[in-house]
């Protein structure tokens, strides 16, 4: 059972385009990371957000974490081919060893 | 240093054999996790370590799987009479504790396991 839902699990679009993933739990996390993993590669961090309400930028990417602490959102503008890849949202706890817990993944294909 | 170092890359064994997968961490880093990710899905949780402590076993850690980090630097994951059910993609992750706020985690490139 995954505590962390992720929506959606395929995305395939046209470079350009505009495109939101979803990552929601029923659980609270003390903070939320985002990573992207190419294949055969492991994940690699993008974004830790911990504030309730927080919203970060890297670029043309903007990350937002719920006001509860139980979702985030990842929005990608103008995606580019380069964007390809698996994304993963990733709860926290400090007090459980801050060992992750990941949804099951967004795999996203940008088209050129 | 050249961040977290998993070897080998690809392991193919036999049922019923025995493997040993090695991580070698970020050296200033305190904090060294092993995950498990079979295709399609996110990475599960599997056991982690604080220094040379195993501080916390997830319950998909049976018998057959052991895992060690005798110096508080390197680690190995051993599993035992491998299971077809074993293959998936090992990956290491270290951090650095922090006292308050998100530690920033670095993966390792993964051991893909596949027992035949």
């Known amino acids: 059972t995954q505590l962390l839902e992720q929506s959606p699990q395929f995305l395939s679009i046209q470079e350009g385009e505009n495109l939101t993933v979803y990552c929601n739990s029923s659980?609270?996390?003390?903070?939320l990371q985002w990573y992207r993993q190419e294949p055969g590669e492991g994940p690699v961090l993008l974004v830790t957000?911990?504030?309730?309400?927080e919203v970060k930028k890297l670029k043309r990417l903007t990350f937002q974490f719920g006001d509860a602490r139980k979702d985030s959102s990842l929005h990608i503008t103008a995606a580019q081919p380069g964007d390809t890849g698996l994304y993963l949202c990733a709860g926290v706890r400090y007090n459980a060893g801050n060992m992750l817990t990941f949804g099951g993944g967004t795999r996203l294909m940008v088209k050129p | 240093d050249t961040g977290v170092s998993q070897d080998p890359r690809h392991k193919i064994t036999k049922r019923g054999q025995n493997v040993t997968f090695r991580c070698d961490p970020i050296s200033e880093h305190n904090r060294l996790y092993w995950y498990r990710q079979t295709l399609g899905q996110g990475p599960e949780f599997l056991t982690y370590f604080q220094n040379e402590a195993q501080l916390e076993k997830s319950r998909l850690l049976s018998d057959r799987f052991s895992a060690e980090r005798p110096k508080g630097s390197f680690s190995t994951l051993e599993i035992q009479r491998t299971e077809q059910g074993d293959s998936a993609m090992y990956l290491c992750?270290?951090?650095?504790?922090?006292?308050?706020?998100?530690?920033?985690?670095?993966f390792g490139s993964g051991t893909r396991l596949t027992v035949v």
């Open positions: 957000v911990v504030t309730g309400g």
């Open positions: 659980s609270v996390f003390s903070s």
């Open positions: 992750a270290s951090s650095l504790e922090v006292v308050e706020g998100a530690e920033g985690y670095t």
